[in-house]
Nanobody
Framework: QVQLVESGGGLVQAGDSLRLSCAASGRTFSSYAMGWFRQAPGKQRELVAAISSGRMTDYGDSVKGRFTISRDNAKNTVYLQMNSLKPEDTAIYYC??????????????????WGQGTQVTVSS
């Protein structure tokens, strides 16, 4: 059974940085795309960043140049480095993975397994 556990969220001020981590278990981590999504109150879940098994990356327009996704296959962990945080980055951040190996995916509907989420709050 695939399990994803996020950590690293918290309350920070605008301009600060945070690094989120997502530890995966239950199958061969390196073969699957991983994504970070976020959902703010009253808004749809949106792509933050995704990384394929081949380490190709995609980013949501609002975070390009500020956030970086990476993966450590030896640790079965995907990271999201968030710099220059803004109040509009406030949301619950979810880690997700696909059920299709060697794929590249950016839409929430392409992801089949989700973590419980971690809250990120950025104060102005």
């Amino acid at each position: 059974q695939v399990q994803l556990v996020e950590s690293g969220g918290g309350l920070v001020q605008a301009g600060d940085s945070l690094r989120l981590s997502c530890a995966a278990s239950g199958r061969t981590f390196s073969s699957y795309a991983m994504g970070w999504f976020r959902q703010a109150p009253g808004k749809q879940r949106e792509l933050v960043a995704a990384i394929s098994s081949g380490r190709m990356t995609d980013y949501g327009d609002s975070v390009k140049g500020r956030f970086t996704i990476s993966r450590d296959n030896a640790k079965n962990t995907v990271y999201l480095q968030m710099n220059s945080l803004k109040p509009e980055d406030t949301a619950i951040y979810y880690c997700a993975t696909t059920s299709t190996p060697y794929s590249r995916a950016t839409a929430p509907s392409h992801y089949d397994y989700w973590g419980q989420g971690t809250q990120v709050t950025v104060s102005s």
